[in-house]
């Protein structure tokens, strides 16, 4: 804080277990990125480095040591896992992992099918090595997976090794826990806020109004997830109530 202001919520300082904050990084320069963890580095948790764009970008290991040097923990989103597993070379993902000196591996079936308890042996084999986050929910908006099938699947893969789980909405916010117009699915998220240790939980949030209804929800330390980099300081200013959207959420009622 530039000037102490009262009623402000105090921050967790880094490393924390909740309220964080995962950006998605869909092919920063290293040069952006080195300024993305030099001035909001206190505010970022993880920097996921979106579908299989690890795979193309050059200087990744110098763009993976900007973010480790800034204390944010850099991994590769799901799709990639799905792009390894699709070609039965589960081992080479986790050398690629191990190469790139990656501690947190995303396992997520949103782009392909697969047994669930396929899932499940994937994300007990991974937690041996690795942080597993995994990821519930498709990307295909033509597939339906109930609320009851949402909790189940969410619980058994935190049963199984993951520390966190996602709840899928893309990078455009109008799918799996949101509707197609980027509106709330109400049902699905407060069946999930009712059967689901929100601890656990990180919801994808890219929309201003998709992160304002998560701090309304739940407060200041929700997890939220696929935050535009440029977007990492006005996602503060809403935790904290420094925005039209929470402005009172933190004041006192008088």
Known sequence: MNFP????PQREQKPRNAGLTMIIDKGLTCIEAQGLAQDVNEFIDFAKLGFGTSLITKNLEKKIAIYKEAGI???????LFELFIIRNQFDDYQ?????YGIEVAEVSDGSMDMN???KLEYISKLSKHFTVISEVG???ASVVITPEEWISQMQSELDAGSVKV??????SGTIGIFNKDGSPNKTLINTIISNIDITKVMWEAPLKSQQALFIQLLGYTVNLGNIATNEVIALEALRLGL???TFFQFLPKK
């Open 5 to 8: 202001l009262p009623h402000i």
């Open 73 to 79: 923990t850099p991994y590769f989103g799901g799709t």
């Open 95 to 99: 050398r690629f992992l191990n190469s």
């Open 116 to 118: 669930h308890d396929d």
């Open 138 to 140: 498709s990307k295909d």
């Open 166 to 171: 996602i709840t899928e909405a893309r990078e």
């Open 243 to 245: 925005r039209g959207d």
